[in-house]
């Protein structure tokens, strides 16, 4: 039996011990024999003896077994030696060879071994800190983006209420100005006026003068030219005008600047993006793991399914045709289908194969789901029309939804009813249609006729009846009852949330994505958070479609790539 590769070892939900007719968990590996084993297989191992003295370790500290590659001196000889001189493999008989004569040869299994677990070891670090942590750093990046966009923004309009602020003070000085002037006109016109009838007064004086003079010189008394003493006034003083001048304001480019001040960036040292350790990661790791652990011990004992105390990677899967996986659907038959942001719908069998492609008005919304006939149903949103791909192919108007535009749907495994999330100018609501697509409830206020939904863009059914639906616009996760009473509401563990797949799972479990937080966050049927089953320790990012399959996989769909991975973390 040839030993399973680690990713194989990791898809896997348990490894099968290697004992022929053997199905337990393989917790156990012999290094000689190159097996799993389990814990009753080990112990028959080691009272053999034949193997008694096998070396017998947990499967997790195994020695990788040596490939097998042919001498290409000795064609029926395996390379299971490593000549140290030389730094090359060789097999058995090269090593007796003068070439080698002398030479330190070792086991070339070991040396195999102790690299593998390097280079393994290695790997690890990529998938479980590097990626991360660098997906994190690029994030930080983004959120710095928003950031210094949102500060510029407040920059600009400081800039212009300063600006705007030194205009109302111009053009009030500006003001002040012009009254000053005419003020001083009026002050000025005044003093010059009063001098004009100064001189106005002394003409008049004059000529009265002059009126007199000729008078004593026209008589006949010559006598009063010797007694009368006429003496004319001298000219009244006045002063001149002393003009007013305009002295220019002297100013530059850089006093407005300095008036209205400046952005600049300051001549501090840039600190470096804080990195976390690599122990520290281990140790969110093994903290999420304990989180599994207690909510695994929470489960019904009673079920035949409980929580695994970690999540496997089962596999993975790209899909033709779509650029990015917002929402999945997986049938019966395994058959999926899986739609992107851009509105292609697409099919695809169990091999991965194109089947076919629609183009629909579809974006972020999960607007399609298998009916327990075997028909996939879909909304047309522009068109406020959902149809019906029956499996021969065949597309087919299934129901008219009037003024309210469908924007997700999900038919019922309890009963065939079909669930829609609608939106119409600003409101929104839940609609029930039976499986032949005659409606039969409409939820939209809860008991006091408060609106219970913006945006429902993704919608399931619970085991108990509930609907659950996730709202990208209050960013909420809302549960009501088959009645239509709300039960509670989930908004995510951290500051931060923005819901977008949501599924249930045969134990009650919803299970919602959050494409902020890249995590899938694991809820009791009362909305009781139990543990992050999924987060970017897993390598995932851009999180958004997910759905669970009828063997109670994981389907993880991401932003910006075509690739499904599909998790199990029931057992």
Not at 7 to 24: N, P, R, S
Not at 105 to 125: H, N, P, R, T
Not at 394 to 408: A, L, M, Q, R
Not at 427 to 432: D, G, L, M, N, Q
Request: charged share 25%.
């Amino acid at each position: 039996m040839s030993e399973p590769s680690d990713e194989q070892a990791a898809m896997q939900h348990y490894l099968v011990c290697g004992t022929e007719d053997c199905q337990k968990n393989g917790q156990f590996y012999c290094n000689a024999c190159h097996r799993p084993l389990c814990e009753q297989c080990r112990d028959e191992h080691q009272k053999s003896p034949k193997t008694k003295n096998h070396e017998i370790v947990l499967y997790r500290h195994r020695k990788h077994r040596l490939p097998v590659e042919l001498c290409q001196e000795h064609p029926t000889r395996n390379k299971e030696l490593f000549c140290r001189e030389c730094s090359i493999p060789i097999c058995s008989k090269c090593s007796i060879m003068k070439e080698h004569k002398g030479h330190d040869i070792d086991d070339l299994e070991e040396i195999y071994a102790d690299k593998y677990a390097v280079w393994q070891g290695e790997f690890s670090k990529i998938q479980k800190y590097f990626l991360p942590t660098t997906k994190d750093l690029k994030l930080d990046i983004e959120e710095d983006v928003t950031e210094i966009k949102k500060i510029m923004k407040s920059f600009r309009a400081s800039i212009k209420a300063e600006a705007e602020s030194l205009k109302n003070l111009v053009d009030e000085v500006t003001s002040e100005s012009i009254e000053k002037t005419h003020t001083m006109e009026k002050s000025l016109l005044k003093m010059l006026k009063s001098q004009e009838t100064t001189y106005d007064d002394y003409i008049a004086y004059l000529w009265k003068m002059s009126d007199e003079f000729q008078e004593y010189l026209s008589i006949t008394n010559q006598k009063l030219l010797f007694t009368k003493t006429l003496k004319i006034q001298p000219f009244p003083e006045t002063t001149k005008l002393v003009r007013p001048v305009f002295t220019a304001g002297q100013f530059s480019k850089n006093d407005i600047t300095k008036l209205l001040g400046k952005v600049n960036v300051p001549n501090t040292k840039p600190q470096k993006r804080k990195i976390q350790p690599m122990e520290a990661e281990s140790a969110q790791m093994k903290s999420t793991e304990k989180r599994l652990e207690q909510s695994t011990e929470k489960s019904d004992m009673k079920q035949t399914l409980s929580l695994s105390s970690s999540v496997t990677k089962v596999r993975e899967y790209s899909v033709p045709g779509v650029d990015s996986a917002f929402h999945v659907t997986v049938e019966k038959s395994g058959i999926v289908w899986v739609s992107d942001q851009s509105g292609n719908l697409v099919q695809i069998d169990l091999q991965g194969n194109l089947l076919q492609k629609i183009h629909t008005s579809g974006k972020y919304e999960g607007y399609h789901t298998a009916t327990q006939d075997g028909d996939l149903i879909y909304t047309d949103k522009d068109k406020k029309v959902i149809y019906k791909i029956t499996p021969d192919r065949k597309i087919t108007e299934f129901i008219k939804t009037g003024d309210w535009k469908p924007i997700s749907i999900h038919s019922s495994p309890i009963n065939g009813d079909i669930l829609v999330g609608m939106y119409k100018g600003g409101e929104a609501k839940v609609t029930r249609y039976n499986k032949a697509g005659k409606e039969i409830q409409n939820i939209q206020r809860d008991n006091q006729e408060q609106e219970l939904y913006k945006y429902p863009n993704y919608i399931t059914e619970n085991i108990n009846g509930d609907i659950c639906t996730s709202d990208i616009n209050i960013t909420k996760v809302m549960v009501v009852n088959k009645s239509g009473q709300h039960r509670f509401s989930h908004t995510g563990q951290g500051s931060k949330f923005s819901p977008y797949e949501i599924c249930t799972d045969v134990l009650g479990h919803i299970l919602v994505c959050d494409g902020i937080n890249n995590t899938v966050d694991l809820l009791d049927q009362d909305g009781g958070f139990l543990s992050v089953i999924l987060s970017p320790q897993q390598g995932i990012h851009s999180l958004r479609g997910g759905c669970v399959d009828y063997e109670n996989n994981l389907h993880v769909g991401q932003y910006r790539t075509n690739t499904v991975t599909v998790y199990k973390y029931l057992q």
